[in-house]
């Protein structure tokens, strides 16, 4: 079993910031990228940043400049730093884990069950 918990949403001005924070843990054998997606009420999950392992950071055009994805291998956390929010970043924020368990051979996406960030203006 993996398990993918995020913590760090809440309600900010136009202007501020919050860090999102993910820890991935269970049965974990090797993890090929962490990230974070969102969702807007009516819209399809998108991608915002990812950092898959030993290679390039990748962040969604919108955010670029103002949000930061950093990784920590070792303990198999993800975090999200989220600077000059607009209301338009508001969404549900979900943690994914692109990785492989102990049971399996295949690597599987796994996501978290998602933190509310809400930017008012």
């Known amino acids: 079993q993996v398990q993918l918990v995020e913590s760090g949403g809440g309600l900010v001005q136009a202007g501020g910031s919050l860090r999102l924070s993910c820890a991935a843990s269970?049965?974990?054998?090797?993890?090929?990228?962490m990230g974070w997606y969102r969702q807007a009420p009516g819209k399809q999950r998108e991608l915002v940043a990812t950092?898959?392992?030993?290679?390039?950071?990748n962040y969604a055009d919108s955010v670029k400049g103002r949000f930061t994805i950093s990784r920590d291998n070792a303990k198999n956390t993800v975090d999200l730093q989220m600077n000059s929010l607009k209301p338009e970043d508001t969404a549900v924020y979900y943690c994914?884990?692109?990785?492989?368990?102990?049971?399996?051979?295949?690597?599987?996406?796994?996501w978290g069950q998602g933190t509310q960030v809400t930017v008012s203006s």
């Open positions: 950092v898959p392992t030993g290679g390039n950071t």
């Open positions: 994914m884990g692109d990785l492989r368990t102990q049971f399996s051979i295949y690597f599987k996406t796994y």
């Open positions: 269970g049965s974990i054998f090797s993890i090929r990228a």
